[in-house]
């Protein structure tokens, strides 16, 4: 099974940046599809960004023009660069892929959706 880990968060002043990264492993899979999600605490998850196999990218307007999803397909990584962080930007930032993995042992492709931990950010006024 891939798993992804997500990494970068922290505590940051109001305007600050940070850069979260998701690092997918395991054995002849490709990457598809990726998300960022927030959960504040006490609220529902939200999507924050999305990237596409193909690159294509979309935010809600909350974030657009600040966060930037961007993937690095030889390496199974998905960044968000985050800028002119808010304080209502505080969360738990989760990573989520849709994977395609090949099981040799089972001679099929499989598809199916992984979640990482989630990296804590918090913003200060």
């Known amino acids: 099974q891939v798993q992804v880990l997500e990494s970068g968060g922290g505590s940051v002043q109001s305007g600050g940046s940070l850069r979260l990264s998701c690092v997918a492993s395991?054995?002849?899979?490709?990457?598809?599809?990726t998300r960022w999600w927030r959960q504040e605490a006490g609220k529902q998850r939200e999507v924050v960004a999305t990237?596409?196999?193909?690159?294509?990218?979309s935010y809600p307007d909350s974030v657009k023009g600040r966060f930037t999803i961007s993937r690095d397909n030889a390496n199974n990584t998905v960044y968000l660069q985050m800028n002119n962080l808010k304080p209502e930007d505080t969360g738990v930032y989760f990573c989520?892929?849709?994977?395609?993995?090949?099981?040799?042992?089972?001679?099929?492709?499989?598809?199916?959706?992984?979640w990482g931990q989630g990296t804590q950010v918090t913003v200060s006024s």
């Open positions: 990237i596409s196999a193909g690159g294509t990218t």
């Open positions: 989520n892929a849709d994977i395609i993995e090949i099981r040799l042992a089972l001679s099929k492709t499989v598809e199916y959706e992984v």
């Open positions: 395991g054995s002849f899979f490709t990457l598809k599809s």
